[in-house]
């Protein structure tokens, strides 16, 4: 028998709805009803690729004396995070808070008026590891709740008095300048793992965010010391098991400190964020490894998370069917000796074993081995490497392939837009432009409201119930800035500035703080509220970035006002935690340098101006904006009153409310677009 989430868009919650646990999704309905009934609420937070979280809904939601126990004493609530940012990060909040640490699945008891009082995450079916069985946790809390009221009264009181007294140093006044952004790198040289590539040690996360910022570094200040990081660990990354040597695209993170085994789940804002680098990082070396892994990642966007509608998909799942009815993480994508000698032959898979470095033992779970390129394969015969990567590709692609979670995320497509709109005009891949076009024209449609208020997420074309939050549009205002400048469409600019007034005027607080929910959005225990950066760049540095750039656009003093408040943080931030804001340094690294405001004039046609525009997109200047099309154009308010230069295309370049004089020469565009040169 179904419950209530049945009718649920999510596919983690879909997930749920035959389970035996009478769920409810995240509503006043459902904490009215353990008012109604005198009974905590059970709330069990998840998303559709997390392996632990199928893990115990197999032991635990699909078990039915477990099930029994649960409706008996509980209301149940199922919260997809990726839909409800704004719930699982309150609520993470409190549990990290209390016990230290944090993850998924997240397990909170709270109170019919939604105060926390009990955490944990994963519970087994019985004791282990030292930790209770879930069974013994729902009688512990059911006998709190029954014979200690009071007591649990008043530690909810507690948590919720704590997390509303958490308010965020933002740095007081003032931007980041040199002096920060100098601190910042030498917190990133002190964590980095020059052996490996990467910061920190296991598990090993991509850091794309901090790679931006390494980028932009360079390219405003030529520190030789910055670009060597960015590429080596783009190299190390992309040699490693973290990235699918066959398929292209990259996992979520390392299990160990040298990128070979992955967690094996592919998101799409990991791979917008990564395509996005190496495309960068190949504007700035030109290097083969960067633009191949930049095509291959966008590649795989497109083949694999594309949804019938245009837009992209959130997630393919780490787990799958091992081919004996096992649902195991990584059966599609390791390989034993025997399986290369099934597919290839003797001759080719004892090369196949050598090349990507797969040994008897295995480097992965009983025997297999992940992909990786290691470092001392040797030169092989293209040609030859080419026909066994194929063959390995079609044979993989009989197995039984991961789940995917088909929920269009506004923030996450935003990313990618970005992503695929500069990789396609950098390496010359008009079709990846059209993608992006595509999720975008979705986006407009499906997501935007006549107002311009977003929805967070939809499926199968139809939107779904949740707001947009802070990083929803700012992601999606980046995606829309990314298409203006490739394009040479102004409608792109004009949405972004929908978009960002709304931050500007539902998501903004005291001083330029910033807000992750609008100012009219459901109250919950807590406003969150988090700058920093981890999987993605936070809803607060995305929005800095997005408004420079439309300043930069536009010459709006509000917007720009708006950037360098929110901008304090990374002030405040970026010497001590570096790691943790790395869009915001990049950001930064933008303001430092301007950014430089570049207008080409011409007709679409004509060659030189062709020439012109290909060299504007080429410059590495940090966080530089582009307007391209006929002088005097209405497309761009950077296009007004830039006339041609004796009948010839020509570039304008102004920055710090200073211009250049115009020029019609590539190369004398070039040095003007360079900083660090």
């Known amino acids: 028998m179904a419950n209530r989430l049945a009718h649920e868009t999510s596919p983690y919650l879909l997930q749920h709805a035959d389970n035996p646990v009478d769920w409810w999704p995240w509503s006043a309905e459902a904490f009215e009803e353990a008012r109604r009934r005198d009974v905590p609420v059970l709330l069990s937070v998840g998303y559709s690729s997390c392996h632990w979280c199928h893990v ?19 209301v149940a609530v199922k919260v997809d995070r990726e839909e409800r940012p704004d719930v699982d990060a309150v609520y993470m909040e409190a549990v990290q808070a209390a016990t230290g640490q944090g993850g998924w699945p997240m397990t909170v008891f709270l109170t019919p008026d939604a105060a926390p009082f009990y955490f944990g995450t994963y519970f087994p079916p019985e004791p282990r590891h030292g930790m209770p069985s879930f069974a013994d946790v729902l009688e512990g809390v059911r006998g709190a709740w029954a014979d200690r009221r009071d007591e649990v009264g008043e530690v909810a009181d507690r948590i919720v008095k704590d997390l509303a007294g958490r308010s965020l ?42 790679l931006e910022f390494l980028l932009r570094h360079h390219a405003r200040t030529g520190s030789e010391g910055a670009l060597q990081m960015a590429a080596d660990t783009c190299e190390a990354m992309a040699r490693g098991g973290i990235y699918d040597q066959l398929g292209g695209g990259f996992a979520r993170y390392a299990v160990d400190r040298a990128w070979v085994v992955p967690h094996f789940e592919k998101m799409l804002y990991d791979n917008a964020l990564l395509c996005r680098v190496y495309a960068h990082l190949w504007r700035a070396t030109g290097s083969d490894l960067a633009r191949r892994v930049a095509l291959e990642t966008a590649d795989f966007m497109v083949r694999e998370l594309r949804t019938p509608e245009g837009g992209f998909a959130s997630a393919l799942d780490a787990d799958s069917d091992d081919g004996t009815g096992k649902h195991v993480e990584g059966a599609y994508y390791a390989w034993t000796p025997e399986q290369l000698t099934a597919v290839l032959g003797e001759e080719d898979a004892a090369l196949a074993a050598t090349y990507y470095g797969v040994t008897e033992d295995g480097t992965f779970e009983h025997g297999s081995s992940v992909l990786q390129l ?22 993989r ?35 990846l432009v059209e993608r992006a076009t595509e999720a975008a024209d979705l986006l407009v449609r499906v997501h935007m409201d006549e107002t311009a208020r977003l929805t967070r997420t939809s499926k199968d074309g139809r939107a779904g119930t949740n707001d947009g939050v802070l990083e929803d549009y700012a992601d999606v205002a980046e995606g829309f800035l990314a298409l203006a400048a490739v394009t040479g469409e102004g409608a792109w600019l004009d949405f972004a500035g929908f978009l960002l007034d709304l931050v500007i005027d539902r998501f903004t607080g005291e001083g330029g703080a910033l807000y992750d929910t609008a100012h009219d959005a459901e109250a919950l225990i807590r406003r969150p509220q988090d700058p920093t950066d981890n999987a993605a760049p936070s809803g607060w540095t995305a929005a800095a970035g997005a408004l420079l750039s439309y300043a930069a656009h536009t010459g709006s003093e509000a917007h720009r006002t708006a950037a360098e408040g929110a901008l304090g943080v990374v002030k405040a931030l970026g010497p001590r935690a570096p790691r943790f804001i790395g869009w915001g340094l990049a950001v930064a690294e933008a303001l430092l340098d301007g950014p430089r405001e570049i207008a080409v004039v011409g007709a679409p046609a004509d060659e030189a101006f062709q020439e012109l525009c290909r060299t504007a997109l080429l410059a590495t200047a940090p966080g530089a904006v582009l307007a391209t099309g006929a002088p005097d154009s209405e497309e761009f ?41």
């Open 374 to 395: 290691p470092q001392d394969a040797g030169v092989a015969d293209a040609d030859r490497i080419a026909s066994i990567a194929a063959r390995l590709l079609a044979a």
């Open 397 to 431: 692609e009989e197995r039984e392939r991961p789940g995917r979670d088909d929920k269009v995320v506004a923030a996450w497509n935003g990313l990618a837009i970005a992503a695929l709109a500069e990789t396609g005009a950098l390496l010359g891949r008009p079709d």
């Open 169 to 210: 140093a933002y740095g007081g006044d003032g931007v980041p300048g040199q002096e920060e952004l100098a601190q910042a790198l030498l917190g990133l040289v002190r964590e980095y793992d020059a052996t490996r590539g990467g910061f920190g040690g296991a598990p090993k996360f991509p850091p794309s965010m901090a």
């Open 637 to 677: 308010p950077l296009l007004k009153d830039r006339p041609l230069v004796g009948g010839a295309a020509a570039a304008y370049v102004c920055r710090h409310f200073v211009c250049d004089a115009p020029v019609t020469d590539p190369a004398e565009l070039a040095g003007k677009l360079n900083p660090a040169r």
């Open 56 to 74: 115990m809904a197999h032991e635990s939601f699909e078990d039915d004396a477990t099930a029994a126990l649960v409706n008996e004493h509980f």
